[in-house]
């Protein structure tokens, strides 16, 4: 089965702090792709950073960078500088590309910041 | 450019009614797919389209749901004798195609059935 495991239903940080967020999944692939999205009260999945399985180096966009573990099947998101824009669910999911290429994504994390 | 666009976007209807669920996704994607998002819960799959045929529709819960995409391009996801239990947003999704770009999602529609 595929799955994906978030274990913190919620979290917080002050503005311009640092959170991360943690996700692990779990397939037997070893062609695969990895994404963080983020869901606003909009219900608009917007996507935050994504990782293909195969690259060691971990992915970075601005504030967002990613802590690939390919052989723990973890895959944490961390939002530097956290800004009140960025709270929202925020949802960890993968693709298998050799398959239908639908995503399986996890049960989400929401994410406050507080000013 | 548009994106991948939903109507209606809130649906409420009574148990046991037919509903219809539109997605039009973004001109040229040949690939799109149907999630359901029930509350507190991430998006799961429902079906995937390439082009016009159902390549895979394992995701969908029964026999009551069903969707098309006569053209190859708007897709119907059809619900039967709505049940409480169907209440949840639908999203759909488009991309290049199956294997070749990002997949973009459409706001949703939330469904409400009382």
Not at chain 1, 75 to 97: E, N, T, V
Not at chain 2, 20 to 43: F, K, V
Request: net charge neutral.
């Amino acid at each position: 089965a595929q799955t994906v495991t978030q274990s913190q239903p919620e979290m917080s940080v002050q503005e311009a702090e640092t959170v991360t967020l943690s996700c692990t999944y779990d397939t037997s692939e070893s062609d695969y792709y990895l994404f963080w999205y983020k869901q606003p009260p909009s219900r608009q999945m917007i996507l935050v950073i994504r990782q293909e399985a195969y690259k060691q180096q971990n992915a970075t966009e601005n504030r967002f960078s990613v802590n690939f573990q390919k052989a723990a099947k973890s895959f944490s998101l961390k939002i530097s500088d956290s800004q009140l824009g960025d709270a929202a669910m925020y949802f960890c999911a993968y693709r298998i590309p050799n398959t239908g290429n639908q995503f399986y994504f996890g049960t989400g994390t929401s994410l406050t910041v507080i000013p | 450019g548009a994106g991948v666009s939903q109507t209606p976007s809130n649906k409420v209807t009574e148990k046991g009614k037919y509903v219809e669920l539109r997605c039009d996704p973004i001109s040229g994607h040949t690939a799109l797919y149907w999630y359901r998002q029930s509350l507190g819960q991430g998006p799961e799959f429902l079906i995937y389209f390439q082009g016009t045929g159902a390549a895979d529709d394992s995701g969908l819960p029964n026999d009551r749901f069903f969707a098309v995409r006569p053209e190859g391009s708007v897709s119907t996801l059809k619900i039967q004798r709505t049940e409480r239990g169907d209440s949840a947003v639908y999203l759909c999704a488009s991309s290049l195609d199956r294997l070749v770009g990002e997949q973009y999602f459409g706001p949703g529609t939330r469904l409400t059935v009382t």
